[in-house]
């Protein structure tokens, strides 16, 4: 799934990216760990794996309104 970059604290290794229905996911350290980057910044495009129970983004979330979306991934999008 590809997203974009919203915010980035680079002494925490956690942010958020934007999916393209502009709904802000977080990510944690050992997500982006996982994809080998040293930086990240706003507005990069980005491949991200996601594990949890919201189906699919185009779909509306999750019942309730509770997003339990977790971001395994977060590298750099490559055309």
Do not use: H, M, W
């Given at each position: 799934m590809?997203?974009?970059?919203?915010?980035?604290?680079?002494?925490?290794?956690?942010?958020?990216?934007?999916?393209?229905?502009?709904?802000?996911v977080?990510?944690?350290?050992?997500a982006?760990d996982?994809?080998?980057?040293?930086?990240?910044?706003?507005?990069?495009?980005?491949?991200?794996?996601?594990e949890?129970g919201?189906g699919?983004?185009?779909?509306?979330?999750?019942?309730?309104?509770?997003?339990?979306?977790?971001?395994?991934?977060?590298t750099?999008?490559?055309?």
């Open positions: 590809q997203a974009t970059a919203y915010t980035y604290d680079p002494e925490t290794r956690c942010g958020q990216v934007l999916l393209d229905d502009g709904t802000p977080p990510f944690d350290a050992p982006f996982k994809g080998g980057l040293r930086l990240l910044r706003p507005g990069q495009r980005v491949r991200i794996e996601v949890g919201a699919n983004a185009g779909e509306g979330g999750s019942e309730g309104g509770k997003d339990d979306r977790r971001i395994t991934l977060v750099l999008q490559t055309f």
